[in-house]
Each structure stands twice: as structure tokens, then as C-alpha cells.
């Protein structure tokens, strides 16, 4: 069965310029989440959307960042007015509510330049 | 209460010796007590999880150890080998809450 899917895969952009990420979570997964990870670094929460409860927004760094979700399906991070220090990897997760296990995709891989 | 500590930062074994990592928390409502394991340029994948009400479980050569009282899980590696070099996070969880990952621990196994 297909796992989670990111896309795109790589993003190069120039600093002020508006980016959005896709994440497509598994079929029937009701909990989406949102990480950022540095070069090297641990997973840094984003943003966390459980059904049609409202979103727990508590990781997102700066009002530039915001995420949305339709339903229990896709769900979009868009990063306004990019700067050099939003460089990372972001994935995505999904799990259902019982199992609670994340599965997670293979990142969007964003360089500001 | 979210506060996740997971130590040793890194970790460098020998072939065929055990891996040890421990994860302690502070939030008791916490009730799913995972270790993920991520490969260099791959996300987070799910190596073995426990509940609060069994002390350990054992999969393989990968066993995850609980403590209640003392608010800590550990995982443990028997006859580490080469292909576990990665990166190890704990995140315990509450059903239907965020998941808080611990700062993660670089394992490498010498071969």
C-alpha cells in the first residue's frame, strides 16, 4: 500500500520568496504532523492536526509559517518570505488515532538561498 | 510537563555488543513509549513501542525496556551490528496529543 508521500522532493529558493510542501498521508490516517530537522539535528515539531479537532500550532517558529489540512487528507506547509535559516528537511507523519504509530515520508529537502 | 531527555548524545559500539539508550519524561499521562530509527537522507521509521502496562518487550534483538516509577524507557541493542549505525529518537506520547522526539542518538557500530 502506498506510505506517505512529499512533494517536491528538493527546493531551492531565494530568500523572501514564498514556498509550499505538500504531504499526501496514508489513506484512513486521521492524525498529520508536521517536523523540521536540521542538518544533523533532532525533529523539531510543527504543527499536529487530529480529525477535525483544531490543530495544535504550537511548534510553528514565526508567523510566516502556517499549515492546513482538508479533512484527514492533504495537508500543505507554506513558508512566507523564506529566509536562509527555514534551510532544512520537513517531513511529514501520519497515524491513525488507535495504532498511534507515525509513519513518516521521505521530506522536502528546502535550501534558501 | 512535555519534556523529553534522551541520552547518550552518540554512542560508538563494537560489533556483537549491546547498544544502550535511555529516554526519560515527565509527563505521566504519557501512555505510548516508542524508539524510531532514521538512516542518514530517510524519515523516522518505528523499531518497537511499548505500553505502560508491560515492563518489556522484546523483538528480535531489540528490546525496549519501561520503568514507570522512575519515568524512564531504554532501548537495548543485543549483538549491535554495522547495519544499526543510525540516528535513534524516543518519543512518548499521549493518545490524541503531539509528539514531543528526544534529541536523538547517533549510534556507530564498529565493524
Known amino acids: 500500500g502506498a506510505g506517505v508521500s512529499q512533494s517536491p522532493s528538493n527546493k531551492v529558493t531565494e530568500k523572501g520568496k514564498d514556498v509550499e510542501l505538500r504531504c499526501d498521508p496514508i489513506s484512513g490516517h486521521t492524525a498529520l504532523y508536521w517536523y523540521r530537522q536540521r542538518l544533523g539535528q533532532g525533529l523539531e515539531f510543527l504543527i499536529y492536526?487530529?480529525?477535525?479537532?483544531?490543530?495544535?500550532k504550537s511548534g510553528l517558529p514565526s508567523d510566516r509559517f502556517s499549515a492546513e489540512r482538508t479533512g484527514e487528507s492533504v495537508s500543505t506547509l507554506t513558508i512566507q518570505r523564506t529566509q536562509q535559516e527555514d534551510s532544512a528537511v520537513y517531513l511529514c507523519a501520519s497515524s491513525s488515532y488507535r495504532a498511534e504509530t507515525q509513519y513518516f515520508g521521505p521530506g522536502t529537502r528546502l535550501l534558501v538561498l | 510537563q512535555q519534556q523529553v531527555k534522551q541520552s547518550p548524545q552518540s554512542l560508538i559500539v563494537q560489533k556483537g555488543g549491546i547498544s544502550i539508550i535511555n529516554c526519560a519524561y515527565e509527563?505521566?499521562?504519557?501512555?505510548?513509549f516508542p524508539w524510531y530509527q532514521q538512516f542518514p537522507g530517510k524519515g523516522p521509521a518505528l523499531l518497537i513501542a511499548i505500553r505502560p502496562d508491560v515492563s518489556e518487550k522484546k523483538e528480535g534483538r531489540f528490546t525496549i525496556s519501561f520503568n514507570k516509577s522512575a519515568k524512564q524507557f531504554s532501548l537495548h541493542i543485543m549483538d549491535s551490528q554495522p547495519g544499526d549505525s543510525a540516528t535513534y529518537f524516543c518519543?512518548?506520547?499521549?493518545?490524541?496529543?503531539?509528539?514531543?522526539f528526544g534529541a536523538g542518538t547517533r549510534l556507530f557500530v564498529k565493524a
Open positions: 518519543a512518548p506520547k499521549r493518545r490524541g496529543f503531539k509528539t514531543i
Open positions: 492536526f487530529q480529525g477535525n479537532s483544531a490543530p495544535d
Open positions: 509527563n505521566t499521562a504519557f501512555d505510548y
